[in-house]
């Protein structure tokens, strides 16, 4: 089956602008997740979503980022006034659950570039 | 804080050889641990995880280890294959919820 899509694949933009990724998660799976990866780096948690309940923001790195999900599918990471250091692939993941055997499937990301 | 790390940056192994990929995490309260292998360009894929109350489960090729006495998790994969060339990042659930906390990563290098 079809598995999680992100959109754009890469981005380039200047600094300054505001740019906003785009997560389809795995039909049917209730939590959505982001998470940062820097170049060579692990994956950094931003921000998760789970059925109807308040989002977990507490890995969003200033007020600058932002993210929503609407009718608990399709999420977008917005990020405002880009700046170098937001250079990095940014990562959607979903999982039917948040239980032993729900892993968190990952799509393969946007690659942001600030110039 | 919470953190998870991974002995060795890089592994180089000989074909059908098996591989040891290790891991080290600070939470002791953590409830599950997961492997992913991550190839350029791409998004990391699930191979195996592990519930903290297990010491040991077993996959195709792939096994994993789990010692809470010293916080240590490894990931070992027989007859290591070219296809197996990759990052390899452990990562741990928060007992906060949902969110992964991820290892920096071992690339594992296959030479045939």
């Known amino acids: 089956g079809a598995g999680v899509s992100q959109s754009p694949s890469n981005k380039v933009t200047e600094k300054g602008k505001d740019v906003e990724l785009r997560c389809d998660p795995i039909?049917?799976?209730?939590?959505l997740y982001w998470y940062r990866q820097s170049l060579g780096q692990g994956l950094e948690f931003l921000i998760y979503?789970?059925?109807?309940?308040?989002?977990?923001k507490s890995g969003l790195p200033s007020d600058r980022f932002s993210a929503e999900r609407t009718g608990g599918s399709v999420s977008t990471l917005t990020i405002q006034r880009t700046q170098q250091e937001d250079s990095a692939v940014y990562l959607c993941a979903s999982s039917s659950g948040v239980g032993f055997g729900q892993p968190q499937h990952f799509g393969d990301g946007t690659r942001l570039s600030i110039l | 804080g919470e953190s998870v790390g991974l002995h060795l940056p890089t592994l180089s192994v000989q074909e059908g050889d098996n591989s040891i990929i290790n891991c080290a995490y600070s939470?002791?309260?953590?409830?599950?641990f997961i492997w992913y292998k991550q190839e350029s360009g791409k998004g990391p894929q699930f191979i195996i995880d592990?519930?903290?109350?297990?010491d040991k489960r077993q996959g195709q090729r792939v096994t994993v280890l789990l010692n809470k006495t010293v916080k240590h998790l490894s990931l070992q994969i027989a007859a290591t294959q070219p296809g197996d060339s990759a990052v390899y990042f452990c990562a741990e659930r928060s007992n906060q919820g949902g969110k992964l906390i991820f290892g920096q990563g071992t690339e594992l290098s296959v030479k045939p």
């Open positions: 939470n002791s309260a953590s409830d599950y």
């Open positions: 592990i519930r903290s109350n297990m």
């Open positions: 979503f789970q059925g109807n309940s308040a989002p977990d």
């Open positions: 039909s049917g799976h209730t939590a």
